[in-house]
Nanobody, 116 residues
Framework: QVQLVESGGGLVQPGGSLRLSCAASGFTFSNYAMSWYRQTPGKERELVARIFNNGASTNYADSVKGRFTISRDNAKSTVYLQMNSLKPEDTAVYYC?????????WGQGTQVTVSS
């Protein structure tokens, strides 16, 4: 049974930091590209960051470059998103995703709220 379980979301003040984690099980984690997406009400889900299976290649949305860092630990089947210098516009539900064509899996999401 495939599972992606996100954790680490919460309420943080502008300028603060959070670290999201996504623990994976039920598939060969090291084969999959892992991504973080986010979504706000009424908007499409958008890609925040992606890390490829070897961990050497990453992509970021322009809006988070220089503030967010994606990383993975294949031994722990876990992907992380370190979020620094958070802004109110980063408020969203953050989803973890695993992709290895033709398979794509999604977690249930974790809420991140940036507010004073």
């Amino acid at each position: 049974q495939v599972q992606l379980v996100e954790s680490g979301g919460g309420l943080v003040q502008p300028g603060g930091s959070l670290r999201l984690s996504c623990a994976a099980s039920g598939f060969t984690f090291s084969n999959y590209a892992m991504s973080w997406y986010r979504q706000t009400p009424g908007k499409e889900r958008e890609l925040v960051a992606r890390i490829f299976n070897n961990g050497a290649s990453t992509n970021y949305a322009d809006s988070v470059k220089g503030r967010f860092t994606i990383s993975r630990d294949n031994a722990k089947s876990t992907v992380y998103l370190q979020m620094n210098s958070l802004k109110p516009e980063d408020t969203a539900v953050y989803y973890c995703s695993a992709r290895f064509i033709p398979y794509t899996y999604w977690g249930q999401g974790t809420q991140v709220t940036v507010s004073s």
